[in-house]
């Protein structure tokens, strides 16, 4: 099983970005993903997550209003589309899926597979 993650760059702060995430060797069409993000010489946290039909979303408070996530069946993938991008978004941000759930959770111990990671630098 493969997740990989793309999209990240540096952009200005106020700029967009859309990470997106194709997974490969098993399908996700009946369980939770998520993205998560690790900045440096911080631990790894939740930003958002999906149901498997995308019903429900979670996000952390500091992205809600400015991230959305989303995700294609058939594709097999997830995205998040990221606006109004700040400094502190800066990290590393990792794709996530889940072997057995429906419903997204807040920690990384509620997914059995991660993406590779891709580099979001957003500059003041």
């Known amino acids: 099983v493969q997740l990989q993650a793309s999209g990240g760059g540096l952009v200005q702060a106020g700029g967009s970005l859309r990470l997106s995430c194709a997974a490969s060797?098993?399908?996700?069409?009946?369980?939770?993903m998520g993205w998560f993000r690790q900045a440096p010489g911080k631990e790894r946290e939740f930003v958002a997550g999906i149901s498997w039909n995308g019903g429900t979303k979670y996000y952390t408070d500091p992205v809600k209003g400015r991230f959305t996530i989303s995700r294609d069946k058939v594709k097999n993938a997830v995205y998040l589309q990221m606006n109004s991008l700040k400094p502190e978004d800066t990290a590393v941000y990792y794709c996530a899926g889940s072997r057995g759930s429906t419903m997204p959770t807040m920690t990384a111990t509620g997914y059995d597979y991660w993406g590779q990671g891709t580099q979001v630098t957003v500059s003041s």
């Open positions: 060797g098993r399908t996700f069409s009946t369980n939770s």
